[in-house]
């Protein structure tokens, strides 16, 4: 049994709150049941058995997934003529699915998302792997009354219904190789999406001045599918049964024996200090925060807000689009390719960092969706472990 710890069961007994009003709306029907009229994606509606239904804008192209068009096809088919071709073809295709798939095979399960009331996602019922809010609450309030270590740090919940719940072990551990000040806490994250309940490793940066440790940002470690680091390839619930759960729960105390430091995080650590980050590097983070801004702000504000990111968390990119132009050549005209082969003046942890910081800490500047930002500092951190980041071979260019 753990240790009381009132800032935990303050958050634990908020999320339980939130869980009960978040709880995703689902509907069985029959794919011969949609309607996908001339000007449906345009409205952002479908049709069941004659009845006029709001749906998200990413609704069609999970529905162009499950009907098996090509993924990249169906995005730009979505943005032409006001999606009127793509709504075409995904009839045809509905048509054609629900005359071979007959029965069972015809079935499909839509989730809708409760702030809304729009229909968020559509797939097969046996996809749908995704415990119920009430369920989590369950699981998480058992796996912290049985490690004494953990605690929430934060619960993250964004507007598509989206859930992150983010807890980190008590003790700090430092990696003295890469400087004397800097100290982790690591922890994990229970998600529930659209139709998953899965884990993914998580830590936090602190730093040490002046004798008090303060936290310069969370976020993901390298995402759930990264298997250098996380415990699992994926820490994934496969179905809703007891067994199911039993098995993520041992995956979990998995996590926990290891501390859940993963195995790969210092040298990943290490190359992400030592790497300068390549300018379509830092230009991807730089956008997302861009992307990530509310924009229904005062449009000065919402200006004043971009120039804060460009200046005090990617200085970077301005400063070597710059040196580009006084080299003589015309930033517009390099490709992504070309602009992994630049190196910036931030190295790939400056920019790591920087997503992280935005999305954990009170900066003034105003986000729709500051997870998004820790979720993509993880992925950018975990490169070092898959393809490399850009320009963290470079040296071998000289042989």
């Known amino acids: 049994m753990r240790m009381k710890n009132k800032s935990t069961d303050d958050k634990l007994k908020h999320l339980k709150d ?16 949609i309607e996908i009229g001339e000007n449906s994606l345009a409205k952002g509606v479908i049709g069941i058995s004659g009845k006029e239904i709001k749906v998200d804008s990413k609704f069609f192209l999970s529905l162009a997934t499950m009907l098996k068009m090509n993924q990249s096809l169906s995005k730009e088919m979505i943005k032409n003529e006001d999606g009127k071709l793509a709504g075409k073809m995904m009839m045809a295709l509905k048509s054609y699915r629900s005359a071979t798939e007959k029965g069972s095979g015809n079935e499909i399960l839509l989730i809708g998302n409760p702030d809304t009331k729009r229909i968020v996602d559509v797939m097969k019922p046996e996809r749908y792997r995704r415990l119920t809010n009430s369920s989590i609450y369950n699981v998480t309030e058992r796996i912290l009354n049985t490690n004494s270590q953990l605690d929430i740090e934060t619960v993250e919940l964004d507007r598509t219904g989206n ?37 993914e490793t998580y830590n936090q940066r602190l730093v040490c001045t002046n004798g008090m440790r303060s936290s310069l940002g ?51 650590l290490h190359a992400a200090i030592n790497t300068k980050a390549s300018l379509i590097e830092v230009q991807q983070a730089l956008n997302l925060a861009h992307d990530k801004v509310e924009k229904n702000e005062d449009p000065a504000l919402v200006s004043a807000y971009l120039a804060k990111i460009n200046r005090d968390y990617f200085p970077g990119y301005d400063d070597t689009i710059q040196r580009i132009v006084k080299a003589g050549q015309d930033p517009m005209k390099l490709n992504d390719r070309h602009r992994s082969f630049i190196k910036t003046g931030q190295s790939v942890w400056d920019v790591v960092n920087s997503l992280t910081y935005l999305g954990s800490n009170p900066t003034g500047i105003v986000f729709k969706n500051e997870h998004e930002l820790k979720v993509k500092a993880g992925h950018l951190f975990g490169k070092g472990t898959t393809d490399g980041y850009d320009l963290q071979f470079a040296k071998y260019a000289a042989m």
């Open 18 to 33: 939130q869980l009960e009003r978040k709880e995703a709306m689902t509907m069985h029907t029959k794919l011969s049941a």
């Open 163 to 199: 859930l992150s719940i983010n807890m980190l072990n008590a003790n700090t551990v430092g990696f003295p190789a890469m400087g004397k000040d800097e100290f982790f806490k690591f922890g994990f994250s229970i998600i529930q999406t659209s139709k998953d309940t899965l884990a």
């Open 218 to 268: 969370s976020g993901a470690i390298g995402g759930s599918s990264n298997s250098a680091l996380s415990f699992t390839e994926k820490i994934k619930l496969n179905g809703h049964g007891v067994e199911d759960i039993a098995i993520f729960l041992k995956q979990i105390e998995a996590m926990n024996k290891a501390k859940f430091v993963p195995a790969a995080f210092e040298n990943t």
